[in-house]
């Protein structure tokens, strides 16, 4: 590993991993992985999707073992290194390292490693305090569950996370911003000395990143050790104190948080990124291919959702929808492709009025749509990349009721090379595929359909930046074959970088459209943040993020 950083900021060292290897059929996830935590430090792990970021972590809490290389944690939490039954000896790993073997979630807890991950662990029937407490609930001298106590820890725990729900709420009523934050309680509960936060600010406005960044500077003062992982660049340097850059499973730089982040993205991809948003814009775009005419919708109690959008998509061009949390954006997409009915107005594709609230009739007529939850709404996590990326065309691979396997081997194995998934093969379960490589699964799938439009509801949330140019470079092969692209991004930039015209939402109605050459950040904020007739709004900080889908 090159460019070592000889000043590592921090306390005494907690953790230390050496030369760690891990294999999966057909992939080496990790090669040789070397990195070290020191207490009252933020350590970022950086790296593309499928760079072996997870693997590590997974590794780290006790879901995975090392093939080779070892694990060393500082002995000083009680004594703890030895309690999982596995502590070596610490010949040369320092003042109070031990070599262990994290074989469960307990040997992690044991350790004083906590673990928040990308995918939430959390029981949806249970309320927020039971999650919270899962497993470890306060007991009364009867050895019952003491609920009082038990909903007392976690209202302590929400202040300080402040997030404003009662303990009492169950988990299934809560966005996925508010559920990011219950995971943090959760983790907060534990009382680490090791805390790993896996994308931890994917979902969150700019409040919660900042209510979050509080959290994690309080913790690194009081002697935490941090690993954070993140996707993007501008926060390392806010909160980091030194970072490690994996590359296709190895370690290949540690240097200090504030490096430059052009240099980041050339360590992390082993490639100079010239342009973030390549976008390729067409001369004149082609006929429209979707025209959208007054559609409203009202929610309960009368109240619209949105009402009376309005806007054309041409064949070659993206076109983009920005706006604030709570805008209306993503009902928009649902009530275009058919998941949800709408009251009033028209959805025409080529010049044909679809019927309302049918997504087959949407599929007939050239629509797919990547929806913003991809793990929940646009995969199935079980089942394989072949099953996956064929499942939208299943009709056409039925004879007399029997399912072409061969044809959809064939199918899948050309669209995956297309995209170039990182795969061992098509029969791989998506659930083990990084994020990005799941994306790529779920805008394959339409592919394969022959879509004519394709709506991207936030098609780069939670990935890296080079599987993000790769998505954008998508974008432009399918807008120079003549297709379009209707995008919804909450990252701003992307959306100003990608589109041809950007359509700004707020509360539920089209505040206006701007030309690419127009499109700026104050142009977009200003509409975004016009109110409505008797209403007012001041949420600028909701841009980045959404709990409201």
Do not use: C
């Not at 997974?58 to 694990?71: E, N, Q, T, V, W």
């Amino acid at each position: 590993m090159t460019g070592v950083k000889d000043d590592v900021p921090g306390g005494r060292e907690l953790l230390r991993v050496e030369g760690v290897t891990k294999s999966f059929p057909g992939v080496r996830a990790l090669d040789g992985v070397d990195m070290s935590l020191r207490a009252g430090e933020v350590h970022v792990l950086l790296g593309e999707n499928g760079a072996g970021k997870s693997t590590l972590i997974k590794m780290l809490s006790g879901a995975h073992r090392p093939d080779a290389g070892r694990i060393l944690a500082d002995g000083g939490h009680g004594g703890r290194a030895e309690d999982t039954g596995h502590g070596g000896h610490a010949e040369d790993g320092g003042a109070g390292l031990r070599e262990v073997h994290i074989r469960s979630a307990q040997d992690a807890e044991r350790l004083g490693i906590a673990t928040i991950h990308q995918e939430f662990n959390l029981v949806p029937g249970l309320t927020v305090a039971e999650n919270i407490f899962l497993g470890r609930q306060p007991r009364t001298a009867l050895g019952l569950v003491d609920k009082k106590a038990m909903r007392a820890g976690a209202a302590e725990l929400l202040e300080r996370v402040r997030l404003d729900v009662s303990p009492n709420t169950p988990v299934a009523e809560l966005g996925i911003a508010r559920l990011q934050m219950v995971e943090i309680a959760k983790a907060l509960s534990l009382n680490a000395r090791i805390l790993i936060m896996d994308e931890p600010t994917a979902v969150l406005t700019s409040e919660e990143v900042e209510t979050l960044f509080g959290l994690v500077r309080e913790l690194r003062e009081s002697g935490v050790g941090i690993i954070f992982i993140t996707h993007h660049l501008e926060e390392i340097g806010a909160l980091g104190d030194r970072v490690t850059v994996l590359r296709d499973g190895r370690s290949v730089a540690e240097v200090p948080a504030g490096t430059d982040e052009d240099e980041l993205i050339r360590l992390m991809v082993g490639r100079d990124i010239a342009e973030q948003y390549p976008r390729e814009r067409p001369e004149e775009p082609g006929a429209p291919l979707l025209r959208v005419r007054g559609l409203t919708r009202h929610g309960p109690k009368g109240v619209p959702v949105f009402q009376d959008i309005g806007f054309e998509v041409r064949a070659g061009e993206v076109v983009g929808i920005a706006g604030l949390v709570g805008a209306g954006r993503t009902e928009v997409a649902r009530a275009i492709f058919g998941v949800d009915a709408y009251d009033a107005g028209a959805v025409e594709v080529d010049g044909t009025e679809l019927a309302r609230g049918d997504v087959r009739a949407a599929m007939r007529a050239g629509l797919g749509l990547v929806p913003e939850d991809r793990k929940g709404q646009g995969l199935l996590l079980d089942a394989s990349l072949q099953d996956n990326l064929t499942l939208a065309r299943l009709h056409r691979d039925t004879r007399g009721g029997l399912v072409d396997r061969g044809a959809q081997r064939r199918e899948a194995a050309r669209v995956a090379g297309r995209l170039q998934v990182r795969m061992s093969g098509l029969g791989q379960r998506v659930r083990t595929l990084s994020g990005g490589n799941q994306q790529k699964i779920v805008i394959g799938k339409w592919l394969l359909t022959d879509a004519r439009l394709l709506i991207l509801d936030e098609p780069t949330r939670g990935i890296d930046v080079g599987a993000k140019v790769e998505i954008y470079q998508l974008i432009n092969e399918l807008t120079a074959s003549g297709r379009a692209v209707l995008m919804i991004s909450s990252d701003l930039p992307e959306v100003l970088g990608m589109s041809d015209r950007v359509l700004v939402m707020s509360q539920g109605q089209l505040a206006g459209e701007l030309p690419a050459a127009e499109a700026t950040q104050d142009a977009v904020m200003e509409l975004a943040l016009q109110a409505a007739p008797g209403t007012t709004t001041n949420d600028e900080s909701a841009m980045e993020g959404s709990d409201v889908r």
